[in-house]
């Protein structure tokens, strides 16, 4: 899919400029990407994302030093700077894009005040969906933090079209501090949600088995709310490195290879090894760890060397993650991708339960005593009466 990136703040200004690398390395050029930020220095910093496209705002109200982590200075300066940035944004060029997505950390000042308010207008101007991948603090970042994030997604989740998560607690390591682990989760982000969003477009390696366009990952997400997904790779030992290692001829179809405890299957196994690695792909460590039964609609997508797609693994794997979700819309394909490995990803879209949802909407609450109710909510979520970043 043809996908518009927006970086709010430092955190968003970083992955998107990781998905611009990889788009460049991919050669399928789907990707488009700006970043937006109140500080300088996080703007010269990016790598990829060109000079012209990093724009800097609330240059008279902070100099270019940041908000420091106030959400609502955030949002004031995006809502008074917002001309700019969707002038910015159209001189891009959209004519040809699926989806907006804005990519922020919610815990901090620019990005967690800002996006919200980005998305409520980019979402009034185009027709095209307007998503948003926020990124949510460990609750060792403090209490603030925790507000912030609170405050910010639930704004966030009404003005957006759906809302993805990724929790940085869930994905931290035992001891390791979460600045620290910073690239890697990075990392993590890009690796899945680039599966996602190159689905139907045509690279090099052709097209798929199961061809999936943009429009079902757009009614997959139709529902709103907040959306998690999760994501599995295996190896593959195709025919074509067979021949080029010249070891394994007349092996074809029931070669072995053995990759972390878990036998991988290559040849008439093909649609066996798609199933097990969807199942290890929504059973495993999800963006947000949440209850996957509670999901409303579903979409399964493979990735990896033409050889290794097949449509009944696909169909099979459907079927499976339909019994395992509240609703029965699950949609799937796969397309080709020139890799050593094949990748699952499972969108688990707008669920009903995650506990760290819940924790951060309690801090929330706790730290903030006056709290008065949000007049309109997608969520079922949340119901806790957390107030808004602006109304
Ligand atoms: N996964 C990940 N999370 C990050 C990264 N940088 C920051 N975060 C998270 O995002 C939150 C917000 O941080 P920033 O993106 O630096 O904040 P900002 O939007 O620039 O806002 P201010 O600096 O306060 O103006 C932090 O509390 C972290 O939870 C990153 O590189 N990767
Ligand atoms: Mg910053």
């Not at 097990?276 to 493979?302: F, I, K, N, Q």
Request: aromatic share 6%; charged share 30%; net charge neutral.
């Amino acid at each position: 899919m043809r996908v518009f990136f927006i970086g709010f703040g430092q955190a968003g200004g970083k992955i998107v400029d990781m998905f611009i690398e990889q788009d460049r390395r991919s050669g399928t050029q789907s990707f488009r990407g700006i970043a937006v930020n109140t500080a300088r220095t996080d703007l010269m910093g990016l790598k990829h994302i060109e000079l012209k496209d990093r724009i800097l705002i609330g240059q008279t109200v902070v100099k270019g030093h940041g908000v420091g982590t106030d959400n609502v200075m955030g949002a004031k300066i995006t809502a008074d700077e917002i001309d700019s940035i969707i002038n910015a944004i159209d001189t891009r060029g959209t004519h040809d894009v699926d989806a907006f997505v804005l990519i922020a950390g919610l815990g901090g000042g620019t990005g967690s005040g800002g996006s919200p308010v980005l998305a409520r207008h980019l979402k009034r101007i185009y027709r095209e969906p307007v998503y948003s991948l926020g990124i949510i603090p460990a609750p060792e970042e403090g209490r603030l933090y925790s507000y912030n994030a609170a405050r910010s997604l639930s704004t966030l989740v009404n003005e957006s079209d759906n809302t993805f998560i990724f929790d940085n607690s869930a994905w931290k390591n035992e001891g390791e501090s979460v600045r620290s682990a910073y690239e890697r989760l990075n990392d993590e982000i890009v690796r899945r949600f680039g599966v996602l969003f190159r689905a139907g477009e045509v690279g090099k390696s052709g097209v798929g088995e199961m061809v999936v366009d943009s429009s079902e990952i757009i009614n997959t997400l139709r529902g709103g709310g907040i959306t998690s997904i999760g994501y599995a790779t295996s190896e593959v030992i195709s025919p074509r490195t067979k021949q080029k290692q010249g070891i394994f001829g007349g092996l074809k179809g029931s070669l072995k290879k053995k990759e972390g405890t878990e036998e991988v299957l290559i040849g008439e196994d093909k649609s066996a090894k798609i199933i097990a690695l969807v199942r290890r792909a929504m059973l495993g460590r999800l963006t947000l760890p949440c209850d996957y039964s509670t999901a409303e609609r579903a979409l399964v997508l493979m990735a990896g060397p033409a050889e290794e797609m097949d449509r009944k693994g696909v169909e099979k794997s459907k079927s499976w993650v339909e019994e395992n979700i509240a609703g029965v819309e699950v949609r799937g394909g796969d397309y080709p991708v020139d890799s050593n490995k094949v990748a699952a990803v499972v969108v688990l879209a707008t669920i009903g339960d995650a506990p760290r949802i819940r924790e951060l909407l309690e801090i929330a609450k706790e730290t903030k005593e006056d709290v008065i109710k949000s007049k309109e909510r997608r969520s079922t979520m949340f119901d806790e009466g957390i107030e808004p970043l602006f109304d």
